[in-house]
């Protein structure tokens, strides 16, 4: 019985380094600690700019910004970093993405450090490359129609889940995963940690598969210029001592 008992503990000693070797280290990168959000487009408070369409749990994931010249007057006008963050995807994903850029940011709250990235999408140009830090305030881009799909206008993200990238399908499309951008940014414009830099877990989806879906996947005769409205689980946990003074 004993030796039974010592087999089956190098056996599990065994499966356990192996399991070990086998899994992938966690990616890292640096990047500034987020000192509050901004809206990303019209510098800080989205001046010149309305929300013509919200978020809406199972149908839109974002929020849609238009410039009050309707149409497509705010084609190729600035699209904003809403914080401090670094680059994690920024290429054309064509299909309903268009040329898309997600932002990667650290932030603290009631003493830690939490992740969130911010999405921009259907940009008519990208002006920040992959694995780079962008600044709050820093333009990332411009407003575009996706190739053509849409009228004009900035589809804007903030996720909780690391994990989404550019493919939303197999993720429950709701709170659990996304939050309400506008809300969000109201209740963080300043935060603590200026100044200093944490680690943040990259890598954390894949862009190569093709069969991406964007929350706007809808045939374009089916989307028109919305007439402007009345009146304009975080990946780790770290605590203090993981920051550092930003370079």
């Not at 990616?27 to 000192?35: C, E, F, L, M, P």
């Not at 040329?99 to 709250?109: C, F, G, M, P």
């Not at 940009?123 to 990332?140: C, H, P, S, T, W």
């Not at 975080?234 to 001592?241: E, K, L, S």
């Amino acid at each position: 019985m004993s030796s039974l008992r010592r087999h089956g503990y190098w056996f599990c000693l065994l499966l356990l380094v192996a399991g070990l070797i086998a899994a992938p280290p966690v990616q890292t990168a640096r990047t500034r600690v987020a000192d509050g959000f901004d809206q990303p487009v019209g510098k800080p408070d989205a001046d010149g700019y309305y929300k013509s369409r919200g978020f809406r749990a199972r149908y839109h994931m974002g929020e849609d910004w238009n410039g009050d010249g309707g149409g497509n007057t705010d084609k190729g006008k600035p699209v904003y970093a809403t914080a401090n963050g670094y680059v994690v995807l920024a290429r054309d994903m064509r299909m309903g993405w268009g040329n898309l850029v997600i932002i990667r940011h650290a932030y603290i709250e009631e003493g830690q450090i939490k992740f969130a990235d911010s999405v921009y999408a259907h940009l008519d140009q990208i002006m920040v490359k992959e694995n780079a830090q962008v600044v709050r305030g820093q333009q990332v881009g411009t407003i575009g129609t996706a190739h053509g799909l849409y009228p004009a206008h900035l589809h804007f993200e903030i996720r909780k889940n690391l994990n989404i990238g550019f493919n939303q399908r197999g993720f429950p499309r709701d709170l659990t995963c996304y939050y309400i951008p506008s809300a969000f940014i109201s209740t963080r414009r300043k935060l603590p940690g200026g100044g200093r830099s944490t680690m943040i877990p990259i890598n954390t989806f894949s862009v190569e598969a093709r069969s991406a879906s964007s929350s706007e996947d809808q045939p374009k005769s089916l989307l028109k210029d919305k007439p402007k409205p009345e009146g304009t689980k975080p990946f780790r946990v770290n605590r203090f001592d993981d920051l550092f003074s930003a370079p």
